[in-house]
């Protein structure tokens, strides 16, 4: 799959992901994640099993090219007490129904970044977690030397909670992650904020 440069002014329309969009999608997973996906995931994308999605194309691009994925995000629902991070958001026990959306990816083609796709898209999986009233946040896990995507969940008001060890195994290494999460419907983080020197430095670096 080759993506030309994007026009000076695309005109990108957001829709679900639909089963005739499963080649595409494997194929930009493969060509911006390390991590690879098993046949089943993608399934359960187009098909919308137990994920829902967003995708991003270009209408203005000829032809059946207009309506083809250059950008899309991908989530779950799930039970804060199944979650495995309830005790980081102070999950209460005595609410059995509170739900998070987990974002499991999220990506654009290199010729369409900078173009405020990847923010239109996380907006749209925040609105779906408000819309949800047992829906407590929106979270993520970024692997820790994912620079550009910590600066733009961080612009994107997203809150650090914490430095997962060892959280990713990608060809035989180890890799941390961090935890990022947006609080919907009125909640809030359960701890007051903490300055975080070490990412804080980490962050200036980038800039």
Known sequence: MIISKAAHFPTIVYRPIRPSDLEVLEKIHAALFPIRYESEFF???????????????????????????IGFVTARIVLAK??????????????????????LTLGVVEPYRN?????SLIREVIKY???IPTCRAVY????????????????????????LSNFYYIKGHHYDSYLFMYYVNGDRSPCSPLIFPWLYASLLQGQ
Do not use: C
């Open 82 to 103: 199944e979650s495995d991070i309830g005790d980081m958001i102070g999950y209460d026990p005595s609410s059995a129904d509170q739900t998070l959306v987990y974002i």
């Open 43 to 69: 399934l359960n994308v187009v098909n919308s099993h137990d994920i829902v999605s967003w995708a991003a194309v270009d209408s203005s691009r000829p032809g059946s090219q207009s309506d083809e994925l």
């Open 115 to 119: 173009l405020g796709i990847a923010t």
């Open 129 to 131: 977690g408000s819309s």
């Open 140 to 163: 993520l896990h970024v692997i820790a030397y994912n620079d550009p995507a910590i600066h733009f969940y961080q612009k994107m008001s997203f809150k650090y909670l914490g430095r």
